[in-house]
């Protein structure tokens, strides 16, 4: 060992024992301060002293009595804080947390002190996963609760307030901060997953409330969606923001992975961690030093905000205030150890307010609805009524096809209530659809079975009017007109089933309806099969290889009225296309599509039993 390495460790023996000399004395300090005040110490003082670096913060600690005192009843800490100038924000980061529970037909509520907000919210009838041990689905909002206010000292998230529960299911928090300024929070949580608050607040400086915002909670994903991060397969997450110009025109801004509220004023959350858009289906892409939480604000011009949502995939924290909001803020963090493509860990929002001036009793009052729930239609419809603030259903981010989208829904639901398991309704919706589509695609078949017929007569006019195009077109299209033949009849029902498909793929990618509902050997038809994963490392999916094969059996069956070579081709190149895009889709797609070809092959082969039994009639 050299000098050097001596040295060193010389050191590093002295700074050990210096480190358990100076435990030690903290240790027989807290020791001595129990012993002294036993009540103080039994009501959960003992937090309080680990963070305690002298004895006179220890002596003010000790002065205030009961930490759980109302600071606003004149004795405890109320007391203290008044007889000792900026002792306030010491007494309120010492106080320990105290919590009311509440539970109503589907919520159970965790309200606390600190900030008097929602530290979480539990939606019972929503397990976390497969296995019910794992418990029910919570938003658990950790330290950054769900109202809680920011931009008014003494009244934040960091502030001791006082909860009590007058009534069942009404919360009532009350605090004073410093400067006199009091907030009085009534909070009814008797309704669902529609929490009625309502803040009032006093003794406001220069009878005006300043701007202040609101806090919704943090979206985790171990909280909302039962895994370590959110599901990459369908990156669903997002803030949906509600406007509304001064001509009343509304509309419903989104933002998530690859867009912005606006175009300019804002970043996707791609932008917001310097990440590089991704190019067709790859993820986008983030800087290997990129930051692991980034904030963007949106501050409409001439605009008011409705409300603010904040989503993942099945569940969404939505607040609609009474008063028009003025900005809101996104605050996102990513997972750790992912650099290249972003995933999110956690999601969170702040709503901006402008200032108020009070009113003639000196106070301000101000209202909001806050729904902590499943991304549910019928909810957030309800919603519509109960704030009398329109626009959540679009949360649901249907697209194009919404209305379509809204019809299929309520349609799958309506079946589900006779039929109780949503893949027997889902076989049932498909045949409702092909019944609907059955007389285009009756109409389709025999066109191109007339096609199929004319086929020779068509290839005598192409030998007879090779170098003459305008005329083989016009003898073309007087045999169709004498054979009362449409050629693109054939076309009709792809381009009708093209919409309903799309509006499927986005009502089954997230309906909360279909989250771990089973059918069959499937376990969730919200998500691929995974057969055998555990076995093979890897999922197999049945359903999209049925759905490939039924196309290429059909496409067999279908009447060929084109080049044999392109029609060999189609038939075999269509069902890889479709295998390799649906593979990873929600097994619900999967079960549809594949149901539908079935039905659809047993209509062309009774559609040709028929004819068949009426040419060997005629003959």
């Known amino acids: 060992m050299n000098k050097t390495d001596k040295v060193l460790v010389a050191i590093l023996a002295v700074l050990i024992c210096c480190w358990f000399a100076l435990s030690r004395r903290d240790a027989q300090r807290m020791a001595e301060w129990r012993a002294a005040h036993p009540e103080v110490a039994a009501a959960g003082a003992d937090a309080q002293f680990e963070a305690i670096s002298n004895p006179e913060d220890a002596a003010i600690v000790s002065a205030a009595g009961d930490p759980t005192a109302d600071p606003a009843s004149g004795n405890g800490a109320g007391a203290l804080t008044e007889a000792i100038p900026g002792a306030a924000a010491a007494v309120r980061a010492l106080a320990p947390e105290r919590v009311v529970c509440v539970s109503n037909s589907v919520l159970d509520l965790v309200f606390t002190s600190h900030g008097g907000a929602v530290k979480s919210a539990t939606m019972r009838d929503y397990n976390l996963s497969l296995d019910p041990e794992d418990g029910p689905v919570a938003f658990d909002f950790g330290d950054f609760p769900a109202l809680a206010i920011e931009g008014i000292p ?4 960091d502030a001791d307030f006082a909860l009590s529960e007058p009534e069942p299911g009404i919360i009532r928090a009350e605090c004073t901060a410093g400067n006199g300024m009091r907030l009085v929070r009534t909070i009814t949580a008797t309704n669902g997953y529609h929490l009625a608050v309502r803040d009032e607040f006093s003794g406001l400086p220069a009878d005006a409330l300043p701007e202040t915002s609101l806090a919704l909670g943090p979206i985790t994903a171990a909280g ?45 959350f791609a932008q917001m961690f310097g990440a590089a858009a991704g190019g067709g289906c790859s993820a986008p892409r983030i800087a290997p030093n990129a930051p692991l939480s980034a904030e963007d604000e949106f501050a409409p011009a001439g605009q008011a905000i409705d409300f603010v949502a904040v989503r993942e995939r099945f569940f969404v924290e939505v607040l609609t205030p009474s008063l028009p909001a003025s900005s809101v803020r996104t605050i996102l963090r990513r997972k750790s150890g992912t650099d290249g493509a972003l995933q999110l860990e956690s999601l969170a929002s702040r709503i901006g307010f402008r200032g108020e001036s009070a009113g003639a009793d000196g106070t301000v009052t101000r209202s909001y609805s806050l729904y902590l729930g499943p991304r549910k239609m019928d909810e957030l419809l309800s919603e519509d009524s109960i704030t009398g603030v329109h626009g959540h259903f679009d949360i649901m981010r249907f697209g194009t096809w919404s209305w379509f989208c809204k019809w299929l829904l309520t349609l799958l639901n309506a079946i589900h209530r006779v039929v109780p398991n949503y893949g027997w309704a889902i076989i049932v919706l498909t045949a409702i659809v092909r019944l609907i589509l059955f007389p285009i695609n009756r109409k389709s078949a025999q066109g191109m079975r007339k096609m199929s017929e004319l086929q020779p007569k068509m290839k005598e006019i192409n030998e007879r009017y090779k170098d003459d195009p305008q005329k083989r077109q016009a003898e073309t299209m007087r045999l169709y007109q004498e054979n009362h033949v449409n050629p693109l009849s054939s076309c009709l029902p792809m381009l009708i089933q093209l919409p309903i498909f ?3 793929f986005t009502v ?15 376990s969730d038809l919200s998500e691929p099969e995974n057969c055998f994963r555990d076995t093979l490392g890897f999922g197999v999916n049945f359903l999209p290889i049925a759905m490939a094969a039924t196309m290429t059996l059909q496409s067999r069956l279908t009447p060929s009225a084109g080049d044999p070579q392109q029609q060999k081709m ?13 593979y990873s889709f929600a097994s619900a797609l999967g079960l549809y599509w594949s149901v539908s070809q079935a039905l659809a092959i047993f209509g062309m082969w009774y559609a040709r039993r028929g004819t068949g039994a009426k040419t060997a009639a005629s003959k």
């Open 570 to 582: 189609m038939t075999v190149m269509m069902p890889i296309m479709m295998l390799v895009m649906c």
């Open 508 to 522: 089954l990618r997230s309906a909360v309806e279909l989250r771990y509902a089973p059918f069959l050997w499937i």
């Open 502 to 504: 799309i509006a499927l």
């Open 224 to 268: 909302a969606a039962g895994g370590s991060a959110f599901r990459a397969s369908v990156p669903t997450e997002g803030v949906d923001v509600r406007t509304r110009d001064a001509a009343g025109k509304a509309k419903t801004l989104e933002q998530n992975a690859s867009s912005a509220l606006a175009k300019g004023a804002t970043r996707s």
């Open 154 to 157: 003494g009244l934040g998230r």
